[in-house]
């Protein structure tokens, strides 16, 4: 199994700004993805962070709002900009070293005031 | 459109029965069935998966069972424990390096 850190482990933020959120994992892994989870409620995937080329976003996400960088096989971040209080969020980073298993970090739980 | 129909939303259990978290989905592409656990401030924990040429995976007091024909699969915890008091996600995923798509959740409670 991987175990998957992430940095900071929350933040209150003031809108307009932009929070960068690192997410470290211990061993080499070919998949990490990108998740945004309001308190009680599903996972949805913000975007595929791919080693070596551009991110892949779902649908309702961009790379302006939500640039993500993937230097090497083990870590990436999130960058949240110009926040607004719907960002309040918390945002999961998840990696896998085969094609089928996923791991979860503990979160960033984000409050834009 | 959601792919994976989770239910029930929430669910209360008395210590040592057995809770069922059901699970529906619509892509017949789809062939891997992992179970999710999630404790309050903590990310998801990967529990239990299942692959569909299978009916069933038991793993010590954590069965799925899957029925292919009815594109249906269930989560059974047996003895429950308010250990295992947590929200619950059932998940779907196609083959290769495709992504999960998540259920809504169950948000289970064991009474001691």
């Known amino acids: 199994s991987a175990v998957i850190s992430q940095k900071p482990s929350r933040d209150i933020c003031q809108r307009g700004t932009s929070l960068t959120i690192q997410c470290q994992v211990d061993?080499?892994?070919?998949?990490m993805f990108w998740y945004r989870q309001q308190p009680g409620q599903s996972l949805t995937l913000i975007a595929t962070?791919?080693?070596?080329?551009?991110?892949?976003?779902e649908s309702g996400f961009v790379i302006d709002k939500f640039p993500i960088s993937r230097p090497n096989l083990t870590f990436s971040t999130l960058t949240v900009s110009n926040m607004s209080p719907e960002d309040s969020s918390i945002y999961l980073c998840?990696?896998?070293?085969?094609?089928?298993?996923?791991?979860f970090g503990p979160g960033t739980r984000l409050l834009v005031l | 459109q959601q792919q994976v129909k989770q239910s029930p939303q929430s669910l209360i259990v008395q210590k040592g029965g057995i809770s069922i978290i059901n699970c529906a989905y619509e892509?017949?592409?789809?062939?891997?069935f992992p179970w999710y656990q999630q404790f309050p401030g903590k990310g998801p924990a990967l529990l239990i998966a299942?692959?569909?040429?299978?009916s069933e995976k038991k793993e010590g007091r954590f069965t799925i069972s899957f029925n292919k024909s009815a594109k249906q699969f269930s989560l059974h915890i047996m003895d429950s424990q308010p250990g295992d008091s947590a929200t619950y996600f059932c998940?779907?995923?196609?083959?290769?390096?495709?992504?999960?798509?998540f259920g809504k959740g169950t948000m289970l409670l064991v009474s001691p």
């Open positions: 998840s990696g896998g070293g085969g094609p089928e298993t996923q791991y």
């Open positions: 061993s080499q892994v070919t998949m």
């Open positions: 962070a791919n080693q070596g080329s551009e991110a892949t976003y």
């Open positions: 892509n017949t592409a789809f062939d891997y």
């Open positions: 299942i692959r569909p040429d299978v």
């Open positions: 998940a779907a995923k196609g083959s290769g390096y495709s992504t999960l798509t």
